[in-house]
Each structure stands twice: as structure tokens, then as C-alpha cells.
């Protein structure tokens, strides 16, 4: 009863959250803050009137006489609301992770077999070990820049800036290379390359930072839901679990009426009004 009344409850929640999306007048939709502070409230509110109910009941149907018992019929009833609910949660998101996964096997199943092909003759083009041969042939070839054609002169300027990436540095005449196939390939002095590869440098260097100092605001603000959204489901079960002693405490009945003699007591052995 707990369970359902709480789900009942959540869907009429949805429906008129819902209700308030204007599509057509965007102005006029609450904001994404006070939407979430709403469902918040809703979902909390909720809770409690469903494990309130459910203690309430619990306890009318056991004919407990005394509060205590009752309370613990009511955190019984607590316990095992949020343990189905748990139960209900973690198998929807389990179907719905297996289903994505199968429509993403699908449709990768044909691309790969597809690829396997490429792949398998690919794979000498892709050796890492290849890679960096080729990489010291061409630094150790002493062709002058200006007697190499374009195709040539780029096709060497991207190794060594893919070798310069991979292994944080430069090898040892790396540098001076790229400078003279710089100011080859663009028509300048040797002087001008080498300010240009400083600023791309350094261009280089501040756009990770940037995208560091992203990656840690981000991991920052993850760090901050999860510790709230963990505050708040805390403070959801505790007054949970009040709701529904409480409800159950006023579902107790009492000792006249569960004998069926309401209104009488005894004196002496007699029974008197």
C-alpha cells in the first residue's frame, strides 16, 4: 500500500509537472531550478503520506494493541517500501542498459564486420612501431626542405609533431627540422618559423590547461550532486521511517475495542458500564 499510494501520488506529480511545459511559450515554463525543487518537494511529500498510510494500515490489520510494536510494524513497513522500490529502480535501469546495449551490438555488428578487413590489412599501416621507424627515417633524412614538395614537406611536419605529442619532447634535431620545414613550406625565414612554433606552443599548452581546469570543474560539480543528491535521499528515508512509525503508532488499536466490548470494563469479577 506504501508502494502503490507513493507511485500514484509520483504520477499525478508527472502530470501536472508536465502540464506546466509551454513549448510554445518558452518564457512562460518554469525554470529548470524550480522545476527540480518541485519535484523535490513532490517526491518527498509523497513518500511520506504513502509510508504514513502504509504504517497507519500495517498496524490497523495486525491488531497490535501496544505503540511499540506498532512503530516497529510501521519500520517494517518502511524498510520494505524502499527495499522494493530499490528493487524496482535497479531492475527498469537494468532492462533499459541491456536494451541500449543490444541496439548499439546491432548496429555496430555490421561495421565491424565490415571492418574487419580493413583492419586486418591496416594493421601494418597502424603498428606503432612502424610509426616511429618511419618517424626517424625521415628525421634522420637530410633532404633540403625547399627541394621537397609540399605533399613531402607536411607529411614529415606531421610526424614530428605527432612524435612531439606522443613523447612530450623533441628528439634531438627535431626541432631545427621543423623550423627549416616550416619556413619552406610557408615562404618565410627560419627566424619567423620558429616564433610560430613557440606560439603554437604555447597555444597548445594554455587550451590543456583550459581543458583541465574544465575537466576538474566538471568532476567538481559530479563530486557536489552526488554528495547532495546523497544528503537528500538520506534526510528522505529518516523522515520516512518518522512517517510511517507515526502512522502506525496511530493505527494501533486499542484494547475495548479489539475485544468487541467497547464501553465496558470489570470490578470485582463483574462486568460494569
Request: glycine share 14%; hydrophobic share 50%; aromatic share 4%.
Amino acid at each position: 500500500m506504501a508502494t502503490a499510494v507513493g507511485l500514484m501520488l509520483n504520477l499525478l506529480g508527472v502530470a501536472v509537472g508536465a502540464t506546466t511545459i509551454d513549448p510554445q511559450s518558452p518564457g512562460a515554463t518554469p525554470g529548470a531550478g524550480a522545476m527540480t525543487l518541485a519535484a523535490g518537494a513532490w517526491l518527498l511529500v509523497s513518500t511520506l503520506i504513502g509510508l504514513g498510510l502504509g504504517g497507519y494500515i500495517a498496524a490497523r490489520l495486525s491488531g497490535n494493541v501496544d505503540k511499540a510494536d506498532s512503530a516497529l510494524h510501521g519500520l517494517s513497513v518502511w524498510a520494505l517500501a524502499f527495499l522494493v522500490g530499490t528493487a524496482v529502480a535497479g531492475s527498469y535501469a537494468t532492462g533499459a542498459a541491456r536494451t541500449v546495449a543490444s541496439g548499439a551490438g546491432s548496429a555496430l555488428g555490421g561495421a565491424v564486420q565490415g571492418l574487419g578487413s580493413v583492419a586486418g590489412a591496416a594493421g601494418q599501416a597502424i603498428d606503432p612501431r612502424a610509426i616511429m621507424e618511419r618517424a626517424r627515417s625521415a628525421l634522420t633524412r637530410r633532404e633540403d626542405p625547399r627541394q621537397m614538395t609540399s605533399e613531402q614537406r607536411m607529411a614529415e611536419i606531421g610526424q614530428i609533431a605527432a612524435q612531439r605529442v606522443a613523447a612530450g619532447s623533441y628528439e634531438a634535431g627535431a626541432r631545427d627540422r621543423l623550423q627549416a620545414l616550416i619556413a619552406a613550406e610557408a615562404g618565410i625565414s627560419p627566424a619567423e618559423a620558429g616564433q610560430r612554433i613557440d606560439q603554437a606552443e604555447a597555444q597548445a599548452r594554455q587550451a590543456a590547461q583550459a581543458l583541465e581546469q574544465r575537466a576538474r570543474a566538471a568532476a567538481d560539480a559530479v563530486a557536489t550532486g552526488v554528495a547532495m543528491g546523497s544528503f537528500w535521499a538520506f534526510a528522505t528515508m529518516l523522515l520516512g521511517a518518522v512517517a510511517a512509525a507515526l502512522g502506525s503508532m496511530a493505527g494501533a488499536r486499542r484494547a475495548a475495542s479489539l475485544r468487541g466490548d467497547a464501553g465496558w470494563g470489570t470490578r470485582d469479577g463483574y462486568r460494569i458500564r
